[in-house]
C-alpha cells in the first residue's frame, strides 16, 4: 500500500515551453503533497507544500509564477514549469501524506527527471 | 533555525561489515521526527527507519539501526552486515508536527560497499 506515482518519469523540452509533471497517490488519499527539487549529487529541497483544494504554499526563493502547483483532488497533484529555461533542469520528486497516518507519515514518487534544452 | 547535518559526503565499507552513517540535528523543538533514507542511482527514496522524539527505544528494522542520542542532537543510522545493495546515497532528515510535516534534508552521505 500507499504508493505514489509521477509521470512522466523523464521529460525533454526546449526552452521557453511549458511542462507538467503528475504526482498521484494511488491507494490512499493524500491530504498534503509535497514538491522537491534535487540537482545532481545535491539534497533534496522542499518547492512547496500543496493541500487539496487550496493554494500551495511555497519556500522562500521558489517563483511561484513559474512553478504552478495544483492539488485538485486527494490523489492528484501536478506541478507546471512554465517557459522552462535550463537552468531548472533537474530532478523533481513529490511526496504525499495520507489522512488516515499520523502527520509523519510520508510517501515518495519515483521521481521526474527534467531536461531543458 | 532547525538544521541537519551530514558530515560525511561519501563513505566505504567492506562487505559484510559494518558501517556508522552520521547526522546530527539542530532544534529547540520537543516534539520531532528523524529520519533516514537511501537514494540508489535510480533516484527513488526509500524509506530505512524513523525515530520519533520521545521514543525511549532505539528504533530498528533489519540490519538498520538508528543510534539516537537526544542530548547530543545525534541521529547516526547503523548498518549492519554491509551488502552490495547497499551502495547509494543516504539522507538524513527531520520533520516538525508544527510545520505541516514538510522534511527537512541532510546534505547526504554517498556510500560505497566493496567485495
Known amino acids: 500500500g500507499a504508493v505514489v506515482s509521477q509521470h512522466p518519469s523523464w521529460v525533454i523540452c526546449k526552452s521557453g515551453t511549458s511542462v507538467k509533471i503528475e504526482c498521484r497517490s494511488l491507494?490512499?488519499?493524500?491530504?498534503?503533497m509535497f514538491w522537491y527539487r534535487q540537482f545532481p549529487k545535491q539534497s533534496l529541497m522542499l518547492m512547496a507544500t500543496?493541500?487539496?483544494?487550496?493554494?500551495?504554499?511555497?519556500e522562500q526563493g521558489v517563483e511561484k509564477d513559474k512553478f504552478l502547483i495544483n492539488h485538485a483532488s486527494l490523489t492528484l497533484s501536478t506541478l507546471t514549469v512554465t517557459s522552462a529555461h535550463p537552468e531548472d533542469s533537474s530532478f523533481y520528486i513529490c511526496s504525499a501524506s495520507d489522512r488516515g497516518g499520523g502527520v509523519y507519515e510520508q510517501y515518495f514518487g519515483p521521481g521526474t527527471r527534467l531536461t531543458v534544452t | 533555525a532547525q538544521k541537519i547535518t551530514q558530515t560525511q559526503p561519501g563513505m566505504f565499507v567492506q562487505e559484510k561489515e559494518a558501517v556508522t552513517l552520521d547526522c546530527t540535528y539542530d532544534t529547540s523543538d520537543q516534539s520531532y521526527g528523524l529520519f533516514w533514507y537511501k537514494q540508489p542511482s535510480s533516484g527513488e527514496m526509500i524509506f530505512l527507519i524513523y525515530q520519533g522524539s520521545y521514543d525511549e527505544q532505539n528504533a530498528t528494522e533489519g540490519r538498520y539501526s538508528l543510534n539516537f542520542q537526544k542530548a547530543r542532537k545525534s541521529a547516526n543510522l547503523v548498518i549492519s552486515a554491509s551488502q552490495l545493495g547497499d551502495s547509494a546515497m543516504y539522507f538524513c532528515?527531520?520533520?516538525?508536527?508544527?510545520?505541516?510535516?514538510?522534511?527537512?534534508f541532510g546534505q547526504g552521505t554517498e556510500l560505497s560497499v566493496k567485495p
Open positions: 491507494d490512499f488519499q493524500a491530504t498534503t
Open positions: 532528515a527531520m520533520v516538525f508536527r508544527d510545520q505541516g510535516g514538510k522534511l527537512i
Open positions: 500543496s493541500n487539496e483544494g487550496s493554494k500551495a504554499t511555497y
